[in-house]
């Protein structure tokens, strides 16, 4: 979440081109790609969806009244959740402390503010997943008046009512497990000074208690750890690894229980979310190389080994690509 904060709009206009990540790329596969897109230099983000097989693009989302720079489809790809700020407003994107979150039908109609800005006195909230059952909302939320108080996990329902806090420690960038009975989650870690003690933990999650337990800090590094996500079996874990400053950011996965720490897009980029895994093998994310490219959509197939650039242009900049196979 941190990280794209710092990645707006000055970066944006400085882009000059666009990278070419070498390799193979991986071959087209049956699911769509949600996302955000603007046109350079200042346009509004708006929503797109691209069609892997065919690659045809369908407008989902689009207002000049607004920015929409989150989209995530229900399980059952049926409806999306969207997250979106007055236009003009700063930051122009992952403006947590002044959005609204709405629910539309997958192809854009429909939409409706289930959380209006400052809602249940937050004075930020975001980062919204839904639940794999299609009936509870897990997002951060940040009570109080104060822009540095802290953030917590949260959920409500799908009708954007019954809100609770789930955890008591700092938290960013909470997400489910596949079968919704983990979070995972960025934590401040034991030791270290902020945001280089940002760690991934994981916790058990009872959905009939609305209530998280046993959390277990799974990270202990000298990185920025933001972003993660599951891996649709639960058993591997996705998360971005940047340096303090996020000039640098790597592409990292790890087992669910911490071990084996593989980097596996680490080139010098900005590599981070929100992140999320495909249940085709690919996970998607979005990428930016500082003063040399603007904001790129992309993905690293874990089959192939293979990272691609899905969406990339000297005109246009592209954030939070979410895959559905639906």
Known sequence: MLRSL????????????????????????PGAVYYCARQLPSGPWQVYKKNLLNGAIDTIAKSPAYNYW?????????????LRSPYGSTPDQFNYAQCELVRAAANGTGQQVLLPDNANGWYAFGNP???????????????????????????????????????????LDANWAPQGNKIVYIGLGATGSVPLNFEVFT?????????????????SDNTRDQDPCFSPDGRTIAFSAGNALLTTADLVTIDASGANRKAVVSDGGVHGGPLNWGTDG???????????????ADAYDTKTGTYE???????????????TGK
Not at 7 to 28: D, E, I, R, V, W
Not at 282 to 296: A, D, E, N, V, W
């Open 203 to 219: 916790a058990d999650y009872d959905y009939a208690a609305n209530q998280v337990s046993n959390a277990r800090q799974l990270t």
């Open 6 to 29: 710092c990645l707006c709009g000055s970066l944006l206009l400085a882009a000059a081109g666009c990278h070419q990540k070498g390799g193979t790329p991986a071959p087209a596969t």
């Open 309 to 323: 650039n899905l969406l990339r242009s000297n005109s246009s900049a592209y954030i939070s690509p979410y895959y």
């Open 129 to 171: 997943h839904w639940h794999p059952s299609g009936n509870r909302i897990l997002l951060l939320a940040q009570p109080g008046t104060a822009s540095s108080g802290p953030f917590y996990a949260a959920t409500i329902d799908t009708n954007g009512q019954n809100p609770k806090l789930l955890t008591t420690q700092y938290t």
């Open 70 to 82: 989150w989209v995530e489809a229900s399980p059952d790809a049926s409806q999306l959740l969207l």
């Open 282 to 296: 690919r996970i998607y994310f979005h990428s930016i190389y500082l003063l040399t490219t603007g904001f790129m």
